[in-house]
């Protein structure tokens, strides 16, 4: 069975400083992990997949298959990063996402 | 242009109703897919359509009845409304292949009162 966790229902810091994120997941097959964020009342929209292994608006995150981690990691937090950010595990085909219960990030200014 | 557009965005209701929440993509897209947000923002599947086929149905109860005209189409009616139905609703949309993204609609709010 597919399974997301993201460890930290609410994540506090300060303008400027590093974010860390936390995702880990559970597959028996080969893992396909994205991150979205959700902006007050909005859709969410994809932030990162690791196929990819790009950096959006400041953000990387790295696939760990040994610890099975996909933590999302910005250098300098901006007051614009505060959203509700879920990490979301696919398998093949039509398979449809399977979604942590997300984690709001709250950059204080 | 929007990719995946869903109406209506806020629908407030009583107990009892029915009522429907139509989606569509305009991306080319095979499968679509209704995801409930509930209070605590919880993401959870509730329908898979591969090509006007249910693929996947979560243990959503029967009065949630998803209907795919064509393969751009995924409507969600729901009879006997209930307090608990409350949630935003949101339409998403992929394309075949690995490592493909979901594109999600802009949700439609439900209030059950």
């Known amino acids: 069975a597919q399974r997301v966790t993201q460890p930290e229902k609410l994540l506090s810091v300060f303008k400027g400083a590093p974010v860390e994120l936390k995702c880990n997941y559970s597959?028996?097959?080969?893992?396909?992990l994205f991150w979205y964020v959700q902006y007050s009342r909005q859709r969410l929209q994809l932030l990162l997949r690791?196929?990819s292994r790009e950096s959006i608006k400041g953000f990387t995150a790295d696939l760990n298959k040994g610890e099975t981690s996909f933590h999302l990691k910005k250098p300098f937090a901006q007051e614009e990063d505060s959203a509700m950010y879920y990490c979301?595990?696919?398998?093949?085909?039509?398979?449809?996402?399977?979604f942590g219960k997300g984690t709001r990030l709250s950059v204080i200014a | 242009d929007t990719a995946v557009s869903q109406t209506p965005k806020y629908l407030v209701t009583q107990m009892g109703n029915d009522k429907s929440i139509k989606c569509e993509q305009n991306?080319?897209?095979?499968?679509m897919y209704w995801y409930k947000q509930d209070s605590k923002k919880f993401l959870k599947i509730m329908f898979s359509?591969?090509?006007?086929?249910?693929?996947i149905n979560e243990t959503v109860p029967n009065r949630f009845s998803p209907k795919s005209p064509d393969k751009a189409h995924l409507n969600l009616h729901i009879n006997s409304l209930e307090l608990g139905d409350s949630a935003v609703y949101f339409c998403?949309?992929?394309?075949?292949?690995?490592?493909?993204?979901?594109?999600f609609g802009e949700g439609s709010w439900l209030t059950v009162v």
């Open positions: 998403a949309s992929r394309a075949q292949g690995i490592g493909n993204t979901i594109y």
């Open positions: 597959y028996s097959g080969s893992p396909e």
């Open positions: 690791h196929i």
């Open positions: 979301a595990l696919g398998g093949s085909g039509n398979t449809p996402l399977v």
């Open positions: 991306l080319g897209h095979d499968t």
């Open positions: 359509y591969n090509n006007k086929e249910l693929i």
